[in-house]
């Protein structure tokens, strides 16, 4: 399992640009859809708790994909296989952009990567937002329940983007407001 774990993490940091958040859609193709180790509900906790965690995503996620399907020689693999690949490519280019970086060629090709890293993080921003609202509801009492997480997601969002406000707060307030709803939610019910 090491060395499975190793190859596939290895090809998705070598493959991705942009970051972490880049790497969630090849991640998901991976380890969902192609391998199968965990399924759509478990990807989409994982996201959470790696976000959550202090560290960057790819690493937090292959901590999580390492230990869950092969214990600590799976964790070392899966990081180790994340890791490698930025920190050569990383060193690679420090030995020779401070020669390079004032080509024309060099700098039209970094304003070209910056479209699509953008698309690479979006895609899997939407894939995730579907996840969340679910399918919609026959009961017409649950009717707009599913659009809840979409909103608290959109307000989230605005709240950091315009507003300037701490994710550190934004996060800790989204919590709050769960809890409450679910308190208030099950006293509602009995």
């Known amino acids: 399992m090491f060395w499975q774990l190793f190859y596939t993490y290895f090809k998705i940091g070598t493959f991705t640009l942009g970051g972490g958040y880049a790497m969630l859609p090849l ?4 380890v969902v859809d192609r391998k199968g180790w965990i399924d759509e509900e478990e990807f989409l906790n994982m996201i959470a708790l ?15 994909i390492g230990w869950r399907i092969g214990g600590w ?27 390079w970086k ?3 060629a060099v700098e039209a090709a970094f304003k070209g ?17 579907k996840s969340a609202i679910g ?20 307000a989230a ?14 996060i800790l307030a989204t919590i709050v407001f769960t809890l409450s709803a679910l308190w208030l939610n099950e006293k509602i019910t009995r």
């Open 113 to 129: 990567i910056r479209p699509a890293v953008v698309a690479l993080i979006a895609a899997p921003l939407f894939k995730m937002a």
């Open 157 to 170: 969002a605005l709240l950091i983007w315009l507003g300037g406000v701490n994710p550190v707060w934004v």
């Open 27 to 30: 991640i998901q193709r991976e």
């Open 102 to 104: 004032e080509l024309p």
């Open 50 to 64: 790696a976000q959550a965690a202090p560290g960057l995503i790819a690493v937090n996620s292959a901590i999580f």
């Open 135 to 154: 399918k919609p509801d026959s009961d017409s009492s649950q009717k707009g329940r599913n659009a809840l997480p979409l909103l608290i997601s959109l």
């Open 73 to 99: 020689k799976g964790v070392c693999g899966a990081v180790l296989g994340a890791v490698l690949p930025s920190f050569v490519i990383i060193l690679a280019i420090a030995m020779v952009f401070t020669e």
